[in-house]
């Protein structure tokens, strides 16, 4: 058995060689779009981790304040806890690298560093590269700093270079003094890291007194969660202590929802693979039921029959698998960038700066190429083992059963869909996961509903010529290999036109929400705000100067950091609530107090995002807990507006009870309402030109607006490739159930062409047919996709994310995807249609006629 | 390459090409007691060293050693705007060896000498310096001028030791050398300023192991500060204080090349009316006549000596208390050196007792300090 089946998989590839390309192609791009998108989620978390390990590998356990930062004098509090065998403070900044005309290679690009302070006297573990030279010049020489080989490499510098970095307005010059490889402690650190002495970060960006985290070493033995309260017990409200394994679980919470997002659209890819993987089975199946009846007849037993066709299917899979890694790969490697902006835009997490494949994500490559080609094929292969020789010898159609299961399956479709809804209804709302399962069942519906509704409406064709009507009748009769192209297609339009419309109304919604919140003429911001969270904020001299503009009315000056409630990170914003120019800066959510920017102040209360609310469960007249330096503090929640952030929400308070809650602090950006008929452009110029070498981005609310959608644009870039990648996979499907079509209907065609039938006319049958195919896909998928868009906005995004979006359809965008949807269809059609167009009178058999 | 840094500081605290700004030791040094027992900012090193022989009322015997180093990092603080601004490093040694149960422990402290973790203080206040204890354990290590001694104090949970000790000199203080100028080298490119209490009378408590002994004893106190004291051939050193039972002190050193030979050594007697005559390396012999090897750092260091000074009429045996009294840094990984217990035999009968550090043993690398 095992050399025929070695000697007969090699004649089947060579046979229909097309056949098994588009099988394998598709499995290929399934496994891609999974493992793309595995391998970008894992690593994000790794660089994370990675960066983790490197700065704080040693430690136990680490102190993180509540607010940015915390006293430094609680360093001395946890050294002298019993148990602690080490204790090192750091100071962290993420500091803007404004680049240096006078360093080696010019202007830098304006990246991010991880800029770390450490006392080099503690046993902290640094991994120089060399010698770091004479310890006392890092302490004494201004700016002194080490950086990664691979930066230093990247910018060209050179021990001795100078380049310069800011830290909210603040521009400080850093010198190059040593090489520090925190890849020899983890290959996935991030390479933005660098080192500097504390006393020095601390003076030169302004922050004595402050330290952001404490690494601690315990002594053998010591058990880290009794350590972890007692550490926190003798440190008090003013910060938090934590393991590794905490640290690491609470990136992968934030980045949670975002991931299995995109999970979940890599697995709608796979799913229509599957589909490929069945129709092509099936086809092929047919095409060799007389030699499985030979076989049958000749001694080999049902189950050596199953085992045949599975392990050809595997092997296809696993062929598949082979193509789709290293595409899965290229396809995460291209993305990369755009998915690494759009953590450290939303999650301010560290970039993602390499990629690792690990033994666990070439399993799981091979796992789904193998396991969905098996899945694909179950079906056709029990049904064909299933069969006796008899069956299997006579000549019969797979059409046939499909037909008279039509019905049923319909039925099903019909029910499945009730039934869920009915579920959602009772139980499933208050369950977070339920709009997946709901998806899912709307995914599977589809398929459900095919057979019979392409059965009915070809059966409602009426043939008048051999032209299109042909085409569409012919699909009916081969309802088994077209329900499943068809379905496939739709379950791919589904999801374009589902998240095509999902993006739309979030796009359209937040142009709104922008449009009401950003109204102040200029905005201006450090530099360093793209960074994760750094507290730096516009120094005094800063602020005189942009708020001294003549043309300048009124000013709103915000104070922004991340705080915690709970366990959850949220963004604290003060702005002046008495503002009256901003009074449309948070669109609230029904259910405000009266008058909500006065209760904001006179209650000492808050405004919490939407995000927040419906994660938190806090609404109006609830209390917010929120950590300050002295302990926990409530807050009334006054009102709940409308929110777009990631990550785990925000909330917003008056600059005075900010103060009173949280201590002084610097303002972190600014906006400006100009004088009525004030010309914003040279208000923004002039304030450049005032300020010229300040780490500035000051920008008019148009750039903003702008800035923002672009934000937007680029987080929902690699779902539109997610879409792209699950539409071509469909389209595969199309071109290979049309060449099955061409194969199994040569007969017919011959007899066409014996009749006088033109090549050209065959030509345009075949293209007809893919064009039809293309036509119900479409149909169905939009409808799936209308279902699925009111699924992601109203029930997904809303349990994931707590964002209220709008529906808005964009029907120009609409009209060119369905337009791209039937182009490709019919390009689909073209091959196979050239294929048929071949087909002489001379096929025509004996047994034909 | 973890901790280098601070070996790297340490290192260079032997090395005169980094002396460039820093004070050196002159002949002619003013000093002013009892202001001098504070630190002195500007030279590169300082260390106030206690070494001695306690005795606890149930008759238990232990060597102690307590020293607080002062490592200059910079001549002046930068001018920096942050806590954690330093111009020097403050570290600290402690050692116990129990000499009825053969046992040695030793304990440390590195900080930088900033408000938070350490430092030292000024003339007329008693406190000389401090430091924060060992990470895991509350308190300060502290040393103070008690009016006409010292007080000191450590404490180590992890070790299970700390001890509080006062002393009273016997005999009064005595330089090491003309005026307090201790050469090192024969070019005097490298010397010390170096005066000793040779006899401080010390009583206080001792706890090992959740167990606490009153204790009474002899100390020695050695306060030395300079900026470069070896020459790039000396590799490390082996010094002698001995309190024999006579009243007389005797202070020796040898300093070694790579090769082990002698490259300098100088030495002081004390006699028992507190004078004393200085010795150079001609003056007396050192014979090394067993030796240990440390199974941790493979060190070999002589156990056992045979001192002859003719001038003084002494010709001793040096016998050490117990082999392994090793100090080995857990914060620095390459500092290790031997500090311990002997006592003085001649004719096999017991004439005194004393400490004998022996530094550069059992590595390449020049010894920490």
């Known amino acids: ?849 | 390459m973890k901790r280098v840094l601070i070996a790297l500081l340490i290192l260079g605290v032997l090395n005169p090409a980094v002396a460039n700004d820093w004070k050196a030791a002159q002949p002619d040094y003013a000093w002013s007691f009892p202001r001098d027992h504070w630190a002195h900012a500007g030279y590169k090193t300082e260390w106030w060293y206690f070494t001695g022989h306690l005795t606890a009322e149930d008759g238990r015997r232990f060597g102690y050693q307590f020293t607080f180093f002062r490592i200059g990092v910079l001549p002046t603080a930068p001018d920096t705007d942050s806590a954690w601004t330093a111009r020097d490093l403050i570290m600290g040694h402690a050692a116990v060896s129990d000499l009825d149960r053969n046992e040695h422990r030793f304990s440390e402290v590195i900080y930088r000498a900033v408000p938070l973790l350490g430092g030292f203080g000024a003339w007329p206040e008693p406190l000389i310096a401090w430091s924060r204890g060992p990470a895991g354990t509350p308190g300060k290590w502290r040393l103070s001028w008690n009016g006409s001694g010292f007080d000191f104090e450590m404490r180590d949970d992890a070790q299970a030791m700390s001890f509080s000790l006062s002393t009273r000199p016997v005999k009064p203080l005595v330089f090491q050398g003309p005026n307090g100028y201790s050469r090192k080298t024969q070019s005097g490119t490298g010397a010390s300023l170096y005066y000793s209490f040779t006899r401080l009378q010390t009583s206080g408590q001792l706890s090992l192991d959740g167990q606490t002994w009153q204790v009474a004893g002899e100390s020695w106190m050695d306060k030395e500060f300079f900026t470069s004291v070896l020459a790039p051939h000396q590799l490390g050193w082996d010094w002698f204080s001995l309190q024999l039972d006579d009243r007389r002190e005797v202070m020796l050193f040898l300093l070694r090349r790579e090769d082990g030979t002698t490259d300098f050594a100088s030495g002081t007697i004390v006699h028992p009316d507190g004078s004393t005559t200085y010795i150079d390396g001609s003056a007396f012999a050192v014979t090394s006549q067993a030796r240990w090897q440390s199974p941790r750092t493979e060190g070999v260091y002589p156990s056992r000596w045979r001192l002859s000074i003719p001038q003084e009429q002494l010709d001793l045996k040096v016998v050490v208390e117990l082999a392994d009294q090793e100090n080995r840094s857990r914060l620095i990984g390459t500092l290790h050196y031997w500090e311990g217990a002997v006592k003085l035999l001649w004719d096999g009968l017991s004439v005194g007792k004393g400490y004998v550090e022996l530094t550069g043993y059992g590595t390449s690398s020049r010894p920490a300090l």
């Open chain 1, 1 to 849: 058995m095992r050399r025929y089946f070695v000697s007969a998989m090699a004649a089947h590839l060579r046979a229909g060689g097309s056949l098994y390309l588009l099988t394998i192609l598709g499995v290929a791009l399934g496994v891609a779009a999974v493992l793309s998108i595995q391998i970008i989620n894992r690593n994000a978390i790794a660089a994370f981790a990675g960066s983790v390990k490197a700065v704080s590998g040693e430690a136990d356990l680490s102190v993180l304040g509540y607010a940015p930062s915390f006293p430094e004098d609680l360093y001395p509090r946890v050294l002298s806890t019993p148990g602690v065998q080490a204790a090192w403070p750091l100071w962290r900044a993420a500091v803007a690298l404004s680049g240096d005309p006078e360093s080696s290679s010019g202007q830098a690009d304006g990246g991010m560093l991880d800029l770390i302070g450490v006392d080099f006297f503690t046993p902290v573990d640094i991994p120089w590269q060399g010698e770091p030279g004479d310890p006392a010049v890092a302490l004494s020489q201004p700016g002194w700093v080490a950086l990664t080989p691979l930066l230093a490499e990247q910018m060209g510098w050179r021990a001795g270079d100078a380049f310069t970095v800011s830290r909210g307005s603040r521009l400080v010059r850093l010198t190059v003094g040593a090489l520090v490889d925190f890849h020899t402690l983890n290959p996935l650190a991030s390479p933005k890291l660098a080192v500097m002495d504390i006393a020095q970060a601390q003076s030169l960006f302004g922050d004595a007194g402050a330290i952001h985290q404490i690494d601690v070493k315990l002594a053998d033995g010591a058990d880290t969660s009794a350590m972890r309260a007692r550490l926190q017990e003798r440190l008090g409200p003013a910060a938090r202590v934590v393991t590794p394994e905490q640290r690491e679980a609470q990136a992968k919470g934030l980045l949670s929802a975002f991931q299995l997002n995109l999970t979940a659209l890599s697995l709608i890819s796979l799913f229509v693979g599957m589909f490929l993987v069945y129709s092509s089975t099936q086809a092929a199946l047919v095409r060799r039921r007389v030699e499985l009846g030979l076989l049958r007849s000749l001694g080999a037993t049902r189950r050596q029959v199953f085992a045949l066709i599975i392990t050809e299917v595997g092997l296809l899979g696993g062929l598949g698998a082979a193509l789709g890694l290293p595409l899965g790969y290229g396809v995460a490697q291209a993305n990369v960038r755009v998915v690494s902006a759009t953590l450290s835009n939303l999650y301010l997490l560290e970039e993602i700066t390499r990629l690792e494949m690990t033994t666990w994500l070439y399993a799981l490559g091979i796992v789904i190429g193998v396991g969905g080609a098996v899945i694909g094929a179950l079906l056709p292969a029990l049904d064909v083992a299933r069969r006796d020789t008899r069956a299997l010898l006579s000549a019969f159609t797979l059409h046939e059963a499909v037909g008279s299961l039509a019905p049923r399956l319909f039925g099903l479709g019909v029910a499945l869909p009730l039934t869920a809804a009915a579920w959602y209804g009772l139980h499933g709302r208050h369950w977070q996961h339920a709009g997946f399962v709901l998806a899912v069942v709307l995914l599977l519906t589809l398929p459900l509903l095919t057979p019979l509704l392409v059965r009915e409406l070809c059966a409602r064709i009426r043939v008048r010529g051999f032209g299109l009507g042909y085409s569409l009748k012919g699909l009916g009769v081969r309802l088994q290999t077209t329900s499943v192209a068809v379905a496939s297609l739709a379950v791919a339009v589904s999801m374009l036109i589902g998240i095509t419309l999902m993006i739309g109304s979030f796009r359209q919604t937040l142009s709104v929400w922008i449009g009401t919140s950003i109204q102040a003429d200029v905005y201006i911001a450090p530099a360093s705000w793209r960074g994760t969270g750094s507290d730096g904020g516009l120094e005094p001299h800063v602020m005189a100067t942009v708020t001294g503009h003549p043309a300048v009315q009124a000013v709103d000056r915000l104070r922004r950091f991340h705080g915690y409630t709970g366990d959850r990170r949220i963004t604290v914003s003060g702005v002046e609530m008495g503002l009256a120019q901003g009074l449309s800066r948070f669109p609230f959510l029904p259910g405000a107090l009266p008058d909500p920017y006065e209760a904001v102040r006179e209650r000492h209360g808050v405004f919490v995002g939407e995000t927040l609310a419906r994660k938190a469960g806090v609404w109006v007249d609830d209390v917010l807990p929120i950590h300050t330096p002295t302990g926990v503090m409530k807050f009334p929640v006054v009102a709940v507006y409308y929110d777009y952030s990631a990550g785990d929400g925000a909330v917003a308070m008056d600059l005075q009870t900010m103060t009173q809650a949280f201590g002084p602090g610097p303002v972190s950006s600014t906006a400006l309402y100009l004088q009525r008929g004030a010309d914003v452009g040279a208000v923004v110029a002039e304030l450049q030109a005032a300020l010229p070498d300040a780490p500035l981005e000051i920008r008019s609310n148009r750039r903003l607006r702008e800035e923002v959608l672009a934000i937007f644009d680029q987080t929902f870039a690699i779902t539109r490739l997610l879409q792209f990648m699950s539409l071509l996979i469909a389209v595969c499907g199309i071109a290979l159930m049309l060449l099955v079509l061409a194969r199994e209907q040569v007969a017919e065609l011959a007899l066409c062409r014996s009749l006088g039938a033109k090549g050209r006319q065959l030509f345009g049958v075949f293209v007809g047919k893919g064009l039809s195919m293309g036509v119900m896909g479409l149909a169905l998928g939009s409808i799936g996709g209308v279902l699925l868009a009111g699924l992601l906005i109203y029930v997904i995004n809303r349990a994931y994310f707590g964002w209220t979006i709008q529906p808005y359809v964009d029907w120009s965008l609409i009209a060119q995807q369905a337009a791209t949807i039937l182009g490709a269809a019919v390009l689909a059609s073209l091959y196979p249609a050239f294929r048929a167009r071949q087909t002489s009178a001379a096929a025509l058999s004996r047994d034909d006629l």
